[in-house]
Each structure stands twice: as structure tokens, then as C-alpha cells.
């Protein structure tokens, strides 16, 4: 996949502002997602802030194959891992994370960008804890849930994801959990998450409410073919189908 376009656009805006905003191409209207990410039509807007996430990894609790994906869930019961800043008013906390991955290389990505699939992308899921208790109440909830997502690239080594690789061995099966601790989920996040996209969506699967604001980063991340392919024996042993939100 050739990204050249992408980063050309990232660094030209950077120039002008590191923070940019929709509004983006939503096929079939109102606020589903994933969309297609259309840079050239993307707006900039003064009023995006830093985004600010102060993860705790002493939350992270497990990993577990919900038989479509796996997800690495961290305790939420307080304001311990957050996510504050870019387009959000609200504090909101880490829930869990997870990825979509493709059957190849060539694509996997929920969002696409000028219409180019990534190999895969991680989310990492927050809901509003200013205005709700609980995660299953937020995710009903207009301004319930932030989305952060980050595109994979096959290339280097990603070091910070090896010890989550490590882990899969023992969730091959669906269903399986395993204890999963004093993961930092910033290492799986670019460099730089300053530039990003953001538009107001959707969960990417049934129930499908419009309680998402996504947040798109501009970055993308590396992760090695051999890393991949661990990952592709967890989707074998859970039928090579995957969901998430
Ligand atoms: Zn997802």
C-alpha cells in the first residue's frame, strides 16, 4: 500500500494546523461508520484541542477471544485510564481495546482512507464517564462512546505489541480468558496524536447507535509480518470472522 498521499496531506496540513475535522463522506447518510476518509475534503477546525490520554496499565486486567476478535480489557470502574481533549468535552475511560484484521495484507481496515484499506486497525474504546456510570449505558447514549483508531501497516517490529502477541498462544480458543496485566495501551498509539480525523459516527456493528465520536489518527503503526501471523492463528481457531465497535 502506497501512503505517500496520505503523508503529504498530514504534513501539509501540519503546516496549517496539526488538528483537522470532517465533515466526511458517510455512505447511505446520517452517522454510520466506518466511512471513507476523504482528505481533500477534509475541514479544519480551530477549535480541536490536543487530545490528552493518561493510561494507567496497573488497569489492564485480561485478554479474551470473544470468538471474532480479541480484546484486551482494562477496569473501568474509575477515572483511571482516560481519555480527555480533541474534539471531546467529556472525560472518558478506556474500556478495552481491539483490532480488525483482514485475511490478508491488503486489507482489514474498517476505515478507509481515499478509499484505501489498511491491513488492520486497532480500537480503542472509551465511553463518557461525566455523564454516565456505565459502559452499557453510554454505548445507547448520544455522546456516549470515543473511538480511537489507528491503521497498521505491515513492516518493523513493533516491540510495545509483542507481549500482547505473546499472550494469544493461550486465548486460540473462543471463549478463552486469560489474566492480562500492565499492558500500557499508549505504546500502541503513533508518535505524533496530534493529527487526526474526527467525525461524529457510529458502533460499526449491531446495535449500530450513533454514540461514537471517532478519532482518527493521521499516524499509522508498524507491526511485523511475523507479529501478523501469530495473530492470524487466533482467527483461525474463531472462524476467521470478527466484529466490533
Ligand atoms: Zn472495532
Not at 466511512?35 to 484541542?49: G, N, P, Q, T, Y
Not at 480484546?71 to 481491539?98: I, M, N, W
Request: negative net charge; glycine residues 6%; contains cysteine.
Amino acid at each position: 500500500m502506497d501512503c505517500s498521499k496520505v503523508q503529504e496531506a498530514g504534513e501539509y496540513n501540519t503546516k496549517m494546523h496539526p488538528m483537522w475535522q470532517g465533515p466526511l463522506v458517510v455512505p447511505g447518510g446520517d452517522r454510520q461508520s466506518p466511512i471513507d476518509i476523504v482528505v481533500r475534503k477534509s475541514v479544519f477546525d480551530s477549535e480541536l484541542k490536543p487530545l490528552l490520554t493518561n493510561y494507567d496499565p496497573r488497569t489492564c486486567q485480561q485478554i479474551w477471544n470473544n470468538g471474532y476478535s480479541f480484546l484486551v480489557e482494562y477496569d473501568d470502574t474509575a477515572d483511571k485510564s482516560t481519555l480527555e481533549g480533541g474534539p471531546l468535552q467529556d472525560k472518558f475511560r478506556l474500556c478495552q481495546f481491539h483490532f480488525h484484521w483482514g485475511e490478508s495484507n491488503a486489507w482489514g481496515s474498517e476505515h478507509t482512507l481515499d478509499r484505501r484499506l489498511f491491513p488492520a486497525e486497532l480500537h480503542l474504546v472509551h465511553w463518557n464517564s461525566n455523564k454516565y456510570s456505565l459502559f452499557e449505558e453510554a454505548v445507547m447514549e448520544e455522546n456516549g462512546l470515543a473511538v480511537i483508531g489507528v491503521f497498521l501497516k505491515v513492516g518493523k517490529r513493533h516491540e510495545g505489541l509483542q507481549k500482547l502477541v505473546d499472550a494469544l498462544p493461550a486465548i486460540r480458543h473462543k471463549g478463552s480468558v486469560v489474566e492480562f496485566t500492565k499492558f500500557d495501551p499508549a505504546c500502541l498509539l503513533p508518535t505524533n496524536t496530534d493529527d487526526y480525523w474526527t467525525y461524529h459516527g457510529s458502533l460499526t456493528t449491531p446495535p449500530l447507535t450513533e454514540s461514537v465520536t471517532w478519532i482518527v489518527m493521521k499516524q499509522h503503526i508498524e507491526v511485523s509480518h511475523d507479529q501478523v501471523c501469530e495473530v492470524y492463528e487466533v482467527k483461525y481457531f474463531s472462524h476467521g470472522c470478527y466484529q466490533g465497535f
